[in-house]
């Protein structure tokens, strides 16, 4: 069965520090991933997924995310944290076959602090 | 502007009493999806739909019902709500429900049943 893991359940940056929220996956098949950010009081946002291709996909906010298949893992980066950067983010891979169930982690709660 | 909307937002009801959380979108969407968020454990999937009258149970179907009469409108169905069903709800939608498909979510419905 597909599964992801988020393994911080917080992880605290300083403004204008590099920041990094880690996942790591586990699927039958080719891995479809995505990223996804909710701030308070608000739906989830798309940020990024890798479907196929380059590594390093690039996405919204100036976030990325690097796909290494070795290791099993889909880290989110940025070089610099905002404050307004703080919020939930949330890695999900999609089931195989046409449920197009999303599969969440249990999410990261991102503070960045000025 | 393309969007996936949700009403009520904010909801607080009594056991057993009979309660609808509409889903609409705006993007002429095939796949729509009921998704229910708990402190960690992320999301997980209720209900979907791949298309007109075409639904399907997810992970945690119980105590849900589901209809899809039109293609924009899913609506979520709690006949006998319980304290258990608690929760921060959220309608997604993609194009196709393939598994590359990016979802759009609503900005979710937080439901208290006691």
């Known amino acids: 069965a597909q599964s992801v893991a988020q393994p911080e359940d917080q992880v605290n940056v300083a403004e204008g520090n590099p920041l990094t929220v880690k996942c790591t996956y586990s699927v039958s098949g080719n891995p479809y991933l995505f990223w996804y950010v909710q701030y308070p009081n608000r739906g989830l946002q798309f940020l990024l997924k890798y479907i196929t291709g380059d590594n390093l996909v690039k996405g919204s906010y100036g976030f990325e995310a690097e796909f290494n298949k070795s290791q099993t893992s889909f880290h989110l980066k940025k070089p610099s944290a905002l404050v307004s950067d703080s919020a939930l983010y949330f890695c999900?891979?999609?089931?195989?076959?046409?449920?197009?169930?999303?599969?969440f982690g249990q999410g990261t709660t991102l503070q960045v602090k000025p | 502007e393309a969007q996936v909307t949700q009403n009520p937002r904010y909801l607080i009801t009594v056991t057993g009493k009979k309660l609808t959380v509409t889903c609409s979108q705006n993007m002429n969407h095939e796949y729509m999806s009921w998704y229910r968020q708990d402190p960690g454990l992320g999301l997980r999937q209720i209900y979907y739909s791949m298309n007109v009258e075409v639904t399907d149970k997810g992970d945690v179907p119980e105590g849900y019902k589901v209809s899809r009469k039109e293609k924009r409108n899913f609506p979520l169905i709690l006949e006998s709500p319980s304290p258990n069903q608690t929760s921060l709800y959220f309608c997604?939608?993609?194009?196709?429900?393939?598994?590359?498909?990016?979802?759009?979510f609503g900005p979710g419905t937080r439901l208290t049943v006691l």
């Open positions: 999900a891979v999609t089931e195989g076959g046409n449920t197009g169930k999303l599969i």
């Open positions: 997604a939608s993609s194009s196709i429900g393939d598994p590359t498909d990016t979802q759009y």
